[in-house]
Antibody, heavy 121, light 107 residues
Framework: QVQLVQSGAEVKKPGASVKVSCKAS????????ISWVRQAPGQGLEWMGW????????NYAQKLQGRVTMTTDTSTSTAYMELRSLRSDDTAVYYC??????????????WGQGTLVTVSS | DIQMTQSPSSVSASVGDRVTITCQAS??????LAWYQQKPGKAPKLLIY???SLQSGVPSRFSGSGSGTDFTLTISSLQPEDFATYYC?????????FGGGTKVEIK
């Protein structure tokens, strides 16, 4: 069965960086895109960006441009999201999510369990 | 960017009620719309994609409709497990924006 397993919770100081991993299993990794979505405490869902696991093409939310980098390692079927220059308002649960269909971002059929990133001095 | 506006932001309903949630896009997105259900402490769950296609395993009391800019999610007979927050998401063009959410609460 399809599974996305994320790395564990992180506590970071303002200005630091965090890198969250998302290990996929149960499907052909390179056939589906992966998106990252975050949710601040008590708030709604915020789309952060998307990466093609096929060729590494990315598309990022404009507000995060310059601070976020999404990558994949096809040898281990793992996606990564790195966020730099962390601020307190980056405190959130970060989710990876897989596209519903191959080469088609019609929705996200599978999600990771979420990774809580806390930014605090 | 395409803005997604959901209404209402919250609704109180009883088991067995019919519940309708609307989502409006700031520009036409054809049928590129998905609906998700999220329960506290859990990842979202895909209910509907392509505006009206029911995701595998989702009960048939959930249905979606609409195209262009106006969309609706309907729960035909609310069940206890349906109390949750619901989000729409446009999948027409990057960035793939979400609506603000609708919390369905027990009346």
């Amino acid at each position: 069965q399809v599974q996305l397993v994320q790395s564990g919770a992180e506590v970071k100081k303002p200005g630091a960086s965090v890198k969250v991993s998302c290990k996929a299993s149960g499907y052909t990794f390179t056939s589906y895109g992966i998106s990252w979505v975050r949710q601040a405490p008590g708030q709604g869902l915020e789309w952060m960006g998307w990466i093609s696991a096929y060729n590494g093409n990315t598309n990022y939310a404009q507000k995060l441009q310059g601070r976020v980098t999404m990558t994949t390692d096809t040898s281990t079927s793992t996606a990564y999201m790195e966020l730099r220059s962390l601020r307190s308002d980056d405190t959130a649960v970060y989710y990876c999510a897989r596209d519903l269909l191959p080469y088609d971002s019609s929705g996200y059929s599978h999600w990771g369990q979420g990774t809580l990133v806390t930014v605090s001095s | 960017d395409i803005q997604m506006t959901q209404s209402p932001s919250s609704v109180s309903a009883s088991v067995g009620d019919r519940v309708t949630i609307t989502c409006q896009a700031s520009q036409g997105i054809s049928s590129w719309l998905a609906w998700y259900q999220q329960k506290p402490g859990k990842a979202p769950k895909l209910l509907i994609y392509a505006a009206s296609s029911l995701q595998s395993g989702v009960p048939s009391r959930f249905s979606g409709s609409g195209s262009g800019t106006d969309f609706t999610l309907t729960i035909s007979s609310l069940q206890p497990e349906d109390f949750a927050t619901y989000y729409c998401q446009q999948a027409n063009s990057f960035p793939l924006t979400f609506g603000g959410g609708t919390k369905v609460e027990i009346k």
